[in-house]
């Protein structure tokens, strides 16, 4: 699976690649010659006595080291060029997949894997492209070629290399085998760690509130133990390496010289041939070590290959019918309904089911919303409100049943054309890092200041922004951390309605908003989107009373719609919800 992913990525790069290879196989032959140019000084030259050799040979090796420096310099660059752009490569294509994922897929996965996937597990596979560039192509080379030019000095001691290649070959595969699920186990627990630390970093007011930080360090301890005590394992194995390789390296080099020693003695070798062939075994187990060392950091690199090929090989669940070609411009879509234009919202028997799960969340759900009308969706927690409204944007999609816009099934529409035509105000009020005047701006980014302001006035959030040192200048933290839950819903619904949409979604929108601006906001809702199609998820009954049509869900069925006074004569479940949130003399 690792090399299957690091072939698809290199085959965008098969010139670099190619060149690489040239330039690390000039660079092993080199290698390979300063041995034997060396033996023939010694034996040629000195022994011989014969100075203008020397120098001719002298300089024969010059220009091969130059040649050999050059071509590792010249492959070094090009490896780096070609590993980089690789994970720069694998961290969009997993960007875009995960992009792609319903709510569904990153759920199962996980917020903090998949940015783990995206982050330090691309970083593995690109320092195995290294790896894999600057030893794997020339550790086989150099290990063939120096087991044959040994073989050359001297048959008798090339025994030597027989012998101590499958005891190397023996402690990389023991090293290997232990590593490959010591490292598949590390990357979950890094996950499991980082999901630690990302919960007790978010939730710390709780946390303290709660006097509960000994127990959550209790808790980070014990995930950072078994992090640790992975990490030693693999550590201690990777340590373990090097002594048993130079054990076996410098027993090799005892054993030569000793042998060698004697046949030079004897006349059966000449020196040069000996320091040719001492070289030669150091160039042998040099390309083993490597080999050693680049499979050694193979188990961590296929860990996080098979955690990335997850995802990419992951199927979502909302598949896009186009690429949205036909749906114009944004602003058109945006402001004249797309491609589809304005046009009724029609359920039809729609049905929706998690899979595996033995109940569906949503059945047999059918109504329908008109422009220029209000839709209210309300219910017990856990009825399935906000998974209906997440349907309408293909969040979600229905396991049975339709969903129709202006006529057309939204299966059949490009998803950028299906949203563009849609703003949303989510549950929870999310802002991005930057400016007030760049969240606002997600909606439309051609929007102008007196765009904005406009939103902003509707949504009763200019006056609080025109109080701030900046106005809509200010820096927004993370998630909108410096502003409070109801300036943040405010400047939510004011991002939706730059947007200037046919379709508005509120999923329980106005949940931290005190009564008199949720008022003044819905009186300038209802001028601002006379004309538009606006479905509303909302827990309290005030918030809804004044919509068009009520939808009252109950365990995932629509059991009653209506007005507010119809229902309260009609509907027992909507009459008990009002009961339990206003007294009924009150109600409107």
């Known amino acids: ?11 965008a790069h098969k010139g670099r690649v190619a060149a690489i290879v040239a330039l690390q196989l000039v660079q092993t032959a080199g290698i390979l010659l300063l041995p034997t140019i060396n033996a023939a000084i010694i034996d040629d030259g000195i022994v011989a006595g014969n100075t203008p050799e020397i120098f001719r040979l002298g300089i024969d090796m010059a220009l091969v080291a130059a040649v050999q420096a050059g071509a590792a310099v010249a492959a070094g660059y090009l490896c780096a060029v070609v590993a980089t752009t690789v994970g720069q490569q694998l961290r969009a294509e997993v960007f875009t997949k995960i992009q792609s994922l319903s709510s569904q897929e990153v759920a199962a996965f996980g917020t903090q894997s998949l940015v783990t996937r995206a982050t330090n597990d691309t970083q593995q596979i690109q320092s195995f492209a290294v790896l894999v560039f600057t030893m794997l192509v020339a550790a086989p080379v150099m290990a063939v070629g120096g087991v044959y030019l040994a073989w050359q000095q001297d048959i008798v001691l090339s025994s030597i290399v027989i012998i101590i290649m499958p005891v190397l070959l023996l402690i990389m595969y023991l090293i290997v085998r232990r590593l490959v699920p010591l490292y598949r186990d590390g990357q979950e627990l890094l996950d499991g760690t980082g999901q630690i630390l990302r919960e007790q970093i978010i939730g710390a007011n709780v946390i303290r509130s709660f006097v509960r930080q000994g127990h959550e360090a209790r808790r980070f301890a014990r995930a950072n133990t078994s992090l640790t005590g992975n990490n030693l394992q693999s550590a201690l194995l990777i340590a373990a390496m090097l002594p048993l390789i130079m054990i076996v390296v ?36 040099l390309a083993i070590m490597m080999a050693m060392y680049v499979l050694s950091t193979a188990p961590r690199a296929a860990a996080c290959a098979e955690r990335l090929n997850a995802v990419l090989d992951t199927q979502p669940s909302v598949r896009d019918s186009g690429s949205g070609a036909d749906s114009g411009n944004g602003n058109d879509a945006a402001g004249g309904g797309g491609a589809f234009g304005r046009g009724d919202i029609t359920f039809t028997d729609v049905r929706f089911a998690y899979p595996g799960a033995e109940t569906p969340v949503l059945q047999n759900i059918s109504f329908t919303a008109s422009p220029g009308t209000t839709v209210a969706i309300v219910g017990s927690t856990g009825s399935g409100k906000s998974t209906l409204l997440g349907l309408l944007p293909r969040f979600l999609d229905t396991t049975a049943g339709t969903i129709t816009v202006a006529g057309r099934n939204i299966r059949t529409l490009p998803l950028d054309v299906l949203r563009r035509a849609m703003a949303v105000v989510p549950q929870r009020s999310y802002l991005f890092t930057g400016t007030i005047a760049h969240n606002l701006r997600i909606g439309d980014p051609a929007a102008g200041d007196s765009q904005l302001w406009e939103a902003l006035e509707t949504a009763q959030a200019a006056g609080f922004v025109r109080e701030l040192p900046l106005g809509m200048a200010t820096e927004v933290g993370q998630g909108g951390t410096n502003l409070s839950g109801g300036q943040r819903q405010r400047i939510c619904i004011a991002r939706a309605l730059v947007r200037r949409a046919p379709i508005y979604l509120f999923d329980d929108s106005f949940s931290a908003l005190d009564f008199g601006t949720e008022n003044r906001l819905r009186d300038a809702l209802a001028d601002t989107l006379a004309d538009a199609v606006v479905i509303v998820v909302a827990e309290r009954i005030s918030t809804v009373a004044g919509a068009d049509r009520i939808l009252v869900l109950d365990d995932g069925r629509l059991v009653a719609q209506g007005t507010h006074r119809e229902l309260l004569e009609t509907s027992r479940t909507y009459r008990e919800i009002a009961e339990s949130q206003l007294a009924l003399e009150g109600l409107p």
């Open 1 to 11: 699976m690792l090399f299957a992913l690091l072939m698809r990525l290199f085959a």
């Open 250 to 285: 410098n027993l090799s080099s005892v054993a030569v010289v000793w042998f060698g020693g004697h046949r030079v003695y004897s006349g059966e070798m000449n020196i040069g041939a000996l320091t040719a062939f001492i070289a030669y075994i150091m160039q042998i187990l």
